[in-house]
C-alpha cells in the first residue's frame, strides 16, 4: 500500500513538474534572427573558393549578459584558410547585439559550400571528419551554411 502511494505521488510529481530539476534557460537555438543575421551577412570568401572545395568551420563564442560577442574563435582541430578566418571576424563585428537572456557559451559550424552549375551540384565537405578543439560546457547550435559559386565565362571562338 505505501509502495503503491509512493509511486503515485512520484507520477503526479513528474507529471505536474515536467522539468523538475531541470534549467530551462533560453538559448540562440530559438532565435530565428540570429540565424538570419548571420546567414545575411555571410560571404564566401573569394581567396577560400579558389581553393576549390566545400570547407566546414566551428565557431565558438560567448554572448555577454549584456547581449555583445565575446572570444570569438574558430576552434577546427584541422588547418584553415586565413580568409574564412577573417571572415568570421568580420562577420561577428557587425552581428546585431543579442538579447541577455541569450547570455552564454555556444559553438556554431558554418558550413561554406562550393557549387559548380547549379544548386545540386554542390563539392562535398573536404573537412567532414574534423572536430572541435572546444572543451567544457557549451551549446551547439544548427549548422548554418553558405554558397560560393564558381563562375564559368562563356567563350565564343571568332573566325
Not at 95 to 109: E, F, M, R, S, W
Request: a positive charge; glycine letters at 6%.
Amino acid at each position: 500500500m505505501k509502495f503503491s502511494l509512493l509511486i503515485t505521488l512520484l507520477v503526479a510529481v513528474i507529471c505536474i513538474c515536467p522539468s523538475f530539476g531541470q534549467i530551462n534557460r533560453p538559448t540562440l537555438l530559438g532565435n530565428p534572427a540570429f540565424e538570419q543575421a548571420v546567414i545575411k551577412n555571410l560571404r564566401f570568401p573569394a581567396a577560400a573558393q579558389r581553393l576549390g572545395k566545400s570547407i566546414r568551420v566551428y565557431v565558438s563564442f560567448t554572448l555577454s549578459d549584456k547581449g555583445s560577442y565575446q572570444e570569438v574563435a574558430v576552434v577546427n582541430l584541422g588547418p584553415i584558410d586565413k580568409s574564412l578566418k577573417q571572415e568570421i571576424d568580420r562577420l561577428w563585428h557587425i552581428l546585431p547585439n543579442q538579447y541577455p537572456k541569450y547570455a552564454g557559451d555556444y559553438v556554431i559550424p558554418i558550413a561554406f559550400m562550393l557549387g559548380e552549375g547549379g544548386p545540386e551540384r554542390l563539392k562535398p565537405i573536404s573537412n567532414q571528419d574534423d572536430k572541435l578543439t572546444k572543451q567544457g560546457t557549451y551549446t551547439l547550435l544548427k549548422e548554418l551554411s553558405v554558397t560560393g559559386w564558381i563562375e564559368c565565362e562563356r567563350r565564343t571562338l571568332s573566325n
